[in-house]
């Protein structure tokens, strides 16, 4: 596994409690993006002070701009989200979640000013708010109700989305950190089956992508904006289940990466990429398989970004889970496998201040499609067409490689800032660069140039079409070992960087070594298929 997946879990509420592909769809254009309009207060101060913005992650834990630890501490603050129940006269508070009609707009802003609400967040130790929304109150030009803002009289005649501007520059400038929640497709009330189950559910996976774009750009400017937390409880619908990995249009781990990707490329370098796991799986009763297997298959596919420090998976836990609860009633229970996982982290020693930087391992998975991680191999253009191409996010090597699947693993161990800043890269197809003896007998040999390392490689069905090489900052050993995998896994002992190719034999180099070239052969039921790395000492 790789080790930021061990990391910081952010619930989707306090700790233990319950782009385009296509134009962006038509808005308000005169809706301004959040601005500072007031001074904030002397708690607001303080909490400003005590972080400098915009957030990473060290390992396990999330770090500010000057490298110390920022233990998310989030009050859910629920409401333009919607909370209609789906039954009844959508304007009768009867038919809305606990009677709260919240018309689109966070909660509370009858009854009491915006800055006496973030007053008690302040008082609660919060030092971040989790704001979920609907992708209905996005596109909704409507004002809201006056009733809705009753107790802020300067947020009457504005639209949903103007109101929710509002509330985030307040909150920004009271020394908060703002993570966005894309909660629901409809301004309704989750879950369930509700027709907010998936991304994709009451909308097109084009417009998701859309909103969530449109959305970062609006807020870039306000870099107390921190992080974008894709969908709520993905789950499954009537008919089908969501799920990770499979390459269909319900593929969460998919879908996630993609948008997680051009978020970082497209928007907002700067944002937090928060995923949460599948929430449900399965039709509920003794005679059918079902389950909660959240954050579970990260461990054999994990979510690699363009930028690696920007990801934080999320799991959700809830006070009220019993330990034979799972959400379901009557028959179809599961024992709650969670609840020692979740307490371990909770009880976690803690840490304060400076977080050292720390070793960072990427998986690289070409089931579906290209997988180039790297901003500068994607600028470079199509590098093997009509392969399939992965490709190590910036500042990572090659590590390891599987014989069959087309996985790969993704190192900076031992070598951070291993690759020349503004060095050339190299496509190998051939051996013209095999140098200093057959390192692998009977085989083809696609071999870097002396002082480069293999950062991508690519594939045709199953047999190596080519190798990506990276130019070295500096010169590189020469001395080195072949390592074979053809026929078994040949890993270092504890295997660092985790299950990167379950069911495949693999092969990884130690992590004081680089890969230098990749060994196969067309003989017969060998297929060209990866088969030996060649590993030098860094």
Known sequence: MKKSLLGVALTAALIAAGAPATAAPARDASAPAATHTSSPSTAGSLLAESWQPPLSTRGRYVVDARGDRFKLKSVNWHGAQGSYSGTGDVNDPASHHDAEKSDQVPLGLDRAPLAGILADFHRLGANSIRLPFSNEMLHDQRPVPDRAVAAN?????????????????????????????????????????????????????????ADWLFLAHRYKNDKRVVGADLYNEVRRTVMDDANWGWGNDHDWWAASQRVGDRLLTEANPDLLVIVEGINWQGIPTDLTPHGRPTLEPARELSHTLVASNKLVHSAHFYGYTGPHHTGATGTGETSDWRAPHWQRLVDAPGRSGAVPVTDTWDMLSTDHADFVQSLRARAKGDWDNGARKAACPDGQRIVGLSHDGGRGLCTDTGARGLAAPAGTSTVVRDERHVSDGDWAGGYTKFQCPTNQFMVGYSLRGRAVSAVLCAEAARALPKAGRTLWFDRGDNRPAGAPGGEFALGNHKGQCRSDEYAAGVAHSGAWARGNKPAALLCRAL
Request: proline share 4%; glycine share 8%.
């Open 153 to 209: 009289p300067a947020l009457k005649g504005k639209t949903p989305l103007q109101v929710f501007d509002a509330v985030i520059a307040a909150t920004t400038a009271e020394g908060f950190a703002v993570i966005l929640n894309n909660h629901t497709n409809t301004s309704r009330w989750c879950c369930g089956l509700d027709g907010n189950e998936r991304w994709n559910t009451s909308q097109s996976t084009a417009r998701w992508e």
